[in-house]
């Protein structure tokens, strides 16, 4: 089992939003992930809208218009509303395969290496 020992010397100069800071940096810097989970986000809102939509336009024949305009409005806000975040997450997801490219890494590491001179 590990032990923390006391610090040495001083206090430590990180505070409790320096280091939410460094965590937000850490995940959004080595990562495409929040990227493609906003996408994923503004898809199902836009697929929740169109269920929205049916069901509201089904309501209305059966049963006639409650309060006027309403639906209608509701569901074109979170239509919209959810097409702008699948936008996002698609630029989003360019955007991180160019930043990925622009570092130069090569796609794979060589541990050793044989018969060569």
Known sequence: MFEVQARRAGESSWRFMKLVELAIT??????DIPLRIWGLIG???????????????TYTLL?????PGF???????????????LSIGILGEYIGR????????????????????
């Open 71 to 85: 639906p209608s409005i509701i569901v074109s806000v979170m239509f919209l509303g959810g097409i702008q975040l």
């Open 98 to 117: 160019i930043f990925t490219e622009v570092k130069q890494r090569p796609k794979y590491i060589i541990e050793t290496k044989k018969n060569f001179d």
């Open 63 to 67: 049963y006639g218009v409650d309060f």
């Open 43 to 57: 898809f199902v809102i836009s697929m929740i809208a169109l269920v929205y939509a049916l069901f509201f336009v």
């Open 26 to 31: 850490a995940i959004t810097s080595f990562s």
